[in-house]
T-cell receptor, first 114, second 114 residues
């Protein structure tokens, strides 16, 4: 069965610090990869996605993620976080040929101190 | 920008009662999904729905659960006889196409079973 691991459950950073959130998945075939964000009181929103092509994917609000197939990883990065990035971040995987469902990681709560 | 909407935002019910959670997917989307998140746990896939039938369901989605698209706009999740362990946040999502496509999530319905 597919599974997704997010390494940090809580991350606290100061504004302007760099961010990297880890995500590893367990599935050997073709995967589609996503990062979703949930701001306080809001619904899940897509930050970025990877289907194929350039493994470095750029998303909204200055976020990017790198797909490293050999490491089964899809880490999320941002060079300089802002207070408004305080949210919960979810990595999700879809094994394309096995249906449409998303398998989510446990989420990482990011708190940015101003 | 089109959004997925869900009603109610919070539902409280007694154990053994039936509940219906409602969702209005984005109008031109063809695939619909329900996920749930028990407090402190991962977002879990329940069911996907396409062309007026279930296309995939998880082990969680047992005979107590059903989904329906009663008209051209609503998508409902029914739990026939609620249990305490059904208490969770239930998210509806929709996508234009299948797996190679972003799923747009609604704000969720918090179900509390007493």
């Amino acid at each position: 069965a597919q599974s997704v691991s997010q390494h940090n459950h809580h991350v606290i950073l100061s504004e302007a610090a760099s961010l990297e959130l880890g995500c590893n998945y367990s599935y050997g075939g073709t995967v589609n990869l996503f990062w979703y964000v949930q701001y306080p009181g809001q619904h899940l929103q897509l930050l970025l996605k990877y289907f194929s092509g350039d493994p470095l994917v750029k998303g909204i609000k200055g976020f990017e993620a790198e797909f490293i197939k050999s490491k089964f990883s899809f880490n999320l990065r941002k060079p300089s976080v802002q207070w408004s990035d305080t949210a919960e971040y979810f990595c999700a995987v879809n094994a394309g040929e096995y249906g449409n469902k998303l398998v989510f990681g446990a989420g990482t709560i990011l708190r940015v101190k101003s | 920008e089109p959004e997925v909407t869900q009603t109610p935002s919070h539902q409280v019910t007694q154990m053994g009662q039936e509940v219906i959670l409602r969702c209005v997917p984005i109008s031109n989307h063809l695939y619909f999904y329900w996920y749930r998140q028990i407090l402190g746990q991962k977002v879990e896939f329940l069911v996907s729905f396409y062309n007026n039938e279930i296309s995939e369901k998880s082990e969680i989605f047992d005979d107590q659960f059903s989904v329906e698209r009663p008209d051209g706009s609503n998508f409902t999740l029914k739990i026939r006889s609620t249990k305490l362990e059904d208490s969770a946040m239930y998210f509806c999502a929709s996508s234009e196409w299948g797996s190679y496509n972003e799923q747009f999530f609604g704000p969720g319905t918090r179900l509390t079973v007493l």
